[in-house]
């Protein structure tokens, strides 16, 4: 995977992941790759966020994959810093390939480098092979997480 390259995401990149994020039975129904200017906008709030990392994988100048790291300070585990991954993506074509693998680990080595203690995520409930590759990955479903939409 040494043609691999994962970097902070451009403008340029938004109608890639956007296409992935709608590229499976739950994305489809709540993504909408017709109008950007909603993903153009939060590229902006996220760019000028130093806690926000959306980054996106690259092969053969190809987006390829995708994900966001966000770190949080907080008080709690006595002044532990966390991250959260979320949005991870594989575009169909990479499935199986080991990215997904390669994305997690630039996201984990990423969080030690910004000095988190712990690094969390949340997968939808019924993407159960998705719920498999964490748990291959060392994670834990230690956490039953809540939504609510506003």
């Known amino acids: ?27 489809s129904q709540r993504e909408s ?15 000028a966020d130093p ?3 959306l980054v996106v994988a690259v092969r053969e100048g190809r987006v390829v994959g995708t994900l966001q790291l966000t770190v949080i300070p907080g008080l709690s585990r006595r002044g532990a810093t966390r991250s959260v991954i979320e949005a991870v993506r594989i575009h169909a074509d ?5 990215l997904g693998t390669e994305l997690i680990e630039w996201a984990i080595a990423e969080s030690r480098r910004q000095g988190c203690q712990l ?4 997968s939808d409930a019924t993407r ?23």
């Open 119 to 122: 690094v969390q995520l949340t």
């Open 33 to 47: 790759p017709d109008d950007l200017t909603p993903y153009l906008a939060a590229l902006e709030r996220l760019t």
């Open 1 to 27: 995977m040494g043609d691999l390259e994962i970097r902070a995401a451009v403008t340029e990149d938004v109608p890639a992941i956007v296409d992935m994020l709608a590229d499976d039975p739950l994305g």
């Open 128 to 150: 159960s092979d998705a719920h498999r590759f964490y748990e291959r990955l060392g994670f834990t479903a230690s956490h039953v997480g809540f939504k609510l939409p506003l």
């Open 51 to 53: 806690n926000q990392h």
């Open 94 to 98: 990479e499935r199986g390939s080991g």
